[in-house]
């Protein structure tokens, strides 16, 4: 009776779902691509609504004024209102027919070259040292980094104290030890050393952050495999840690660059360019045109000169790295 009843039971459930309508698959995709349309939507708005504030300000303090510079190099736009109408690329004529223009170009050149090798090699040298396990390491890491947290204000007024030819320490200790004194900020010939070393002690810190955490991202089963072999630290360094800071050290030279070429802050606070215009860099020379000489027009086609030679050393910096990881 039991397996007479059960096959009654399932009779009728057939016969009652062959009197219901078959469901269309198409009609469930197309009802839950019409659900999930509006929430897309709304994510993108949210989405949006999350980037405004930061696309607002790169729009407002980025694009905006880079716009506006370039159409104010195009004019004779000056602080006086004098003449304010497009002159065409006359700005760019004058500025590569300038001396002024290209002496000061020249310092700052000459300054990236000479503060760029000591910048990553002293920073090399001082990440090696931390790394093969200095007592104190805190203390070692503290000091190379703390520097770099001051001010180019506290940095400068400190290196012109030192830098004095009277009473400055630097020289004090020349004339203990027999040595003639020095006019590290007023001799043509050494000035610019002297804003370098004071660079080197201000900024040699973020260099050396940067090759200490890639030592110590080197597997060391490396160095582990080499003892093995026979090879001394000098050979592990040579052939193990420098070729495996290749990525890190082209980073490190493209960021130094960048930053030296932008130098204005200690030239200015130490030497105001001088002497004779011995240490005057071009982002100096472009301040005193656009406010002191009153000539913004002029001064903003000399920095729009300025920006290409910048944008030519980072895409030769760029396709240099892209060829060496191929």
């Known amino acids: 009776m039991s397996s007479l009843a059960t096959s009654q039971d399932a009779e009728r459930e057939a016969s009652s779902l062959r009197g219901q309508p078959r469901r269309n698959p198409s009609r469930n995709n197309a009802t839950g691509s019409e659900t999930s349309s509006p929430r897309r939507t709304r994510d993108n708005l949210n989405g949006w609504g999350f980037a405004a504030p930061f696309l607002a300000f790169f729009l407002v303090f980025l694009v905006w004024p880079l716009l506006y510079g370039l159409y104010m190099s195009l004019t004779g736009k000056s602080l006086t209102g004098a003449n304010d109408s ?45 790394n093969v396990g200095l007592p104190a390491q805190w203390l070692w890491r503290l000091s190379y980094f703390a520097p770099y947290l001051l001010a180019s204000t506290v940095v400068s007024l400190f290196f012109s104290w030192m830098y004095n030819p009277q009473l400055g ?40 952050l940067l090759y200490l955490a890639a030592m110590q991202n080197i597997p ?3 160095y582990e495999a080499a003892s093995l072999d026979g090879a001394g630290a000098w050979r592990q360094f040579f052939s193990i840690t420098l070729p495996q800071l290749t990525p890190t050290t082209v980073m490190i030279v493209l960021l ?8 204005f802050d200690q030239v200015y606070q130490m030497t105001a360019g001088g002497p004779a215009g011995s240490t005057r860099p071009v982002v100096q020379y472009i301040f005193e045109t656009g406010f002191t000489g009153y000539r913004l027009g002029y001064s903003a086609a000399i920095s729009y000169i300025f920006f290409g030679l910048i944008v030519a050393v980072s895409v030769m910096q760029f396709f240099i790295t892209r060829r060496r990881s191929a």
């Open 169 to 208: 320490l630097i020289n004090d200790s020349l004339a203990k030890i027999g040595l003639p004194k020095v006019a590290w900020l007023n001799d043509p010939n050494v000035a610019m050393w002297a804003i370098v070393i004071a660079t080197l002690w201000w900024t040699v810190g973020f260099n050396f």
């Open 256 to 263: 130094q660059i960048l930053a030296s070429l932008k130098i």
């Open 86 to 130: 497009l002159i065409g690329l006359a700005n760019y004529a004058e500025a590569l027919a300038d001396a002024d223009m290209w002496h000061s170009l020249g310092n700052t050149l000459y300054f990236t070259v000479i503060s760029t090798v000591p910048l990553v090699l002293v920073a090399l040298v001082m990440a090696a040292l931390v």
């Open 220 to 222: 060391a089963q490396h």
